[in-house]
């Protein structure tokens, strides 16, 4: 069941019940400003200013989700099956490499199954990875960033130069968006983890938190030079800091609130406090390697949730997707390993309990990537705003009032 061809089979197989139908889905609000003619200008001014000046976006620093962009549109247009096939390629890759990742980490190919399942399962993912074109400016960003857990991995025994390919790849991560850089901090919390709870990796040196401070600072200032400032979202007030600092985790750790499905978001929740519970009784049983790896989750959350201090959208938290994702793996392994030693073996109402949860966290996913649909009222109404904005062609804008009246004629086809 666990083996890596049938656990690549079984993770497609998932994707295509879960977004199967996104196939069919057409292009919305942000795919607009994304997916569009680019100068070879534009192109390298992104290298040197904001990553796309055309009043829709803020002002950030992402010269490689610019050139992602304008290969997609080169290849594919906007053909919307082929761009959404695109995006399921790459949530199936980066479901592997979490697969591989968290089996190197437990020994545990089931471990490893649940962890990628988890994050194709996961609410939230439907906003910020599958449903949605234009978060391939996340989608990617994930994959180099589990890339660079797999080399930390790898190199995280010897010394503080065997870093150099982990901040290697986490750069072409936060060339594409600036939250990676909250991952090398996490990286060096994890090794001093490893170091303290499984002993199998070397503890953080002065050379290594050097040269990880030296390389953020590098960005910062690469960013600044470039932008003429810091960019990004301005300053918000306090009691919206405070409120943005817990929506993130609250969301992401809790399965997500979805508006439109209060029940199901409600049964997801309580799943995950019941989840803690069990964990925290069964805390004395807990091997060491799925200790750390609930740690990994924790610590991770903690870091990409500063950012989020700014923001308030749910569709940002593809980093505390992958951190809810290894805590959860991590709990769930650490109850079974409860149950084992105090009776054997799990209760068959635990596993039946489990199976339904996994049902009410699809329920939810599946209501998440239907706010996608073509005439789901909320892309009918962020379509509508990207008439708008002067950036948008007259084909583009044909484009979606040809949609738009197709949803009135009562025939919604991409």
Not at 32 to 45: K, Q, T
Not at 167 to 173: E, P, Q, S
Not at 218 to 229: F, K, N, Q
Not at 256 to 264: D, E, L, R, V, Y
């Amino acid at each position: 069941m666990t083996r890596p061809r049938t656990a690549a089979v079984l993770i497609a197989l998932l994707i295509l019940v879960l977004y199967g139908r996104t196939l069919g889905y057409g292009l919305v609000w942000d795919d607009f400003a994304a997916l569009r003619p680019r100068s070879a200008a534009a192109l390298v001014g992104a290298w040197t200013g904001e990553w796309d000046p055309g009043g829709v976006w803020p002002v950030f620093y992402r010269p490689l989700s610019i050139v992602v962009y304008h290969t997609m549109f080169r290849l594919l247009g906007h053909h919307a099956l082929w761009l959404h096939a695109v995006n399921l390629i790459e949530l199936w890759l980066a479901a592997w490499l979490l697969r591989v990742f968290v089996q190197r980490e437990t020994q545990s190919a089931v471990f490893a199954l649940i962890a990628a399942t988890l994050l194709v399962l996961h609410p939230e993912t439907p906003s910020s990875l599958a449903a949605w074109i234009s978060q391939q400016f996340q989608l990617v960003p994930l994959i180099w960033v589990l890339s660079a857990m797999l080399v930390w991995q790898r190199t995280r025994a010897g010394a503080t130069s065997a870093w150099g390919l982990t901040l290697a790849t986490l750069t072409l991560g936060v060339l594409m968006k600036e939250d990676v850089l909250m991952v090398a901090p996490a990286l060096v919390a994890w090794q001093a983890i490893r170091a303290r709870v499984v002993g199998d990796a070397s503890t953080p040196s002065r050379g290594l938190y050097a040269l990880v401070a030296g390389w953020i600072g590098l960005y910062l200032l690469l960013r600044t030079i470039a932008l003429g400032e810091i960019g990004g979202y301005q300053w918000p007030s306090l009691g919206r800091a405070l409120l943005n600092s817990v929506n993130g985790p609250l969301f992401t750790f809790g399965l997500q609130w979805i508006p439109s499905a209060h029940g199901i978001s409600l049964l997801s929740g309580f799943g995950v406090a019941a989840l803690l519970m069990l964990t925290w009784r069964a805390r004395r049983h807990a091997p060491t390697p799925l200790t750390a790896l609930g740690l990994y989750g924790v610590m991770l959350g903690a870091l990409a949730n500063i950012p989020l201090v700014l923001i308030s959208g749910h569709t940002r938290v593809y980093l505390l997707t992958l951190a809810s994702t290894l805590t959860l793996t991590a709990a769930i392994g650490i109850v079974v390993a409860g149950y084992q030693a105090a009776r054997g073996g799990v209760p068959r109402w635990v596993i039946a309990a489990a199976l339904a949860w996994s049902v009410v966290i699809a329920m939810a996913n599946w209501a998440n990537t239907s706010t996608f649909a073509p005439c789901a009222p909320e892309v009918l109404q962020r379509n509508a705003e990207a008439l708008t904005w002067d950036i948008t062609s007259n084909a583009d804008r044909s484009e979606i009032l040809g949609a738009i009246a197709r949803c009135g004629s009562g025939t919604p086809r991409s």
